[in-house]
């Protein structure tokens, strides 16, 4: 079966610090994969996404590249900011089963300080 | 568009009460999906439909939980008889018929069961 695997947090930065949170993923078809943020009471929000290997996604600075020979979609941002605090999750939708519901990581808390 | 809307953000109710959960799709989406987000557990996907039909349940915990899509703009979730474990906040997304599976989510409906 499918899933994603995302590394624990909490991660804790400092202000302007480069930031990676590290996903990997199994899926039977070919996946599309996404990042997704969720602030403090809110809903899951689409960060970026990548839909074929070598793909890369990216919006508001960060980016995440599909490598399909690694099974990976890592997170990257180069200078975290304050307001960048909140949980990440990983997460794929295999098209090739046709299944359009998506699976999810268990989430990466990130804290961002001043 | 308003995004997906759920009703009501907040529910307290006592065990043993029903509990019924609201929510509005993306016009023109045609694939809605129920979510639910627990700390021990992550994002579970309960339910998930296409063009109002229960595509896979298998998520759904128990013969308690029941959902229903009577047409294309409306979704319910229902748990009777409610029980404290199932205290968590219950998302729901819904997706476009066409292209990649992106889904977008409402803020959420944080049950509590006392």
């Known amino acids: 079966g499918n899933s994603v695997t995302q590394m624990e947090g909490p991660v804790t930065l400092s202000e302007e610090a480069f930031l990676t949170i590290n996903c990997t993923y199994t899926a039977t078809g070919y996946p599309s994969l996404f990042w997704y943020v969720q602030y403090p009471g809110e809903g899951l929000q689409l960060l970026l996404k990548?839909?074929?290997?070598?793909d890369k996604g990216s919006n508001k600075g960060f980016e995440a590249t599909y490598r399909k020979e690694t099974t990976s979609f890592h997170l990257e941002k180069g200078s975290v900011q304050v307001s960048d605090s909140a949980v990440y999750f990983c997460?794929?939708?295999?098209?090739?089963?046709?299944?359009?519901?998506?699976?999810f990581g268990s989430g990466t808390r990130l804290q961002v300080q001043p | 568009d308003a995004g997906v809307i759920q009703s009501p953000r907040h529910e307290v109710t006592e065990m043993g009460q029903e509990v019924t959960l609201r929510c509005k799709p993306i016009s023109g989406h045609n694939s809605l999906f129920w979510y639910r987000q627990t700390m021990m557990r992550g994002l579970e996907l309960l339910i998930y439909f296409n063009n109002n039909v229960p595509i896979d349940d298998s998520g759904m915990p128990e013969d308690r939980f029941s959902a229903k899509m009577p047409n294309a703009s409306f979704s319910t979730l229902k748990i009777q008889p409610s029980e404290p474990r199932d205290s968590a906040v219950y998302f729901c997304?819904?997706?476009?018929?066409?292209?990649?599976?992106?889904?977008?989510f409402g803020q959420g409906t944080r049950l509590t069961v006392v």
């Open positions: 990548a839909t074929k290997a070598d």
């Open positions: 997460a794929l939708s295999d098209q090739g089963t046709g299944r359009r519901a998506l699976t």
């Open positions: 997304a819904s997706s476009p018929a066409a292209g990649d599976t992106e889904a977008f």
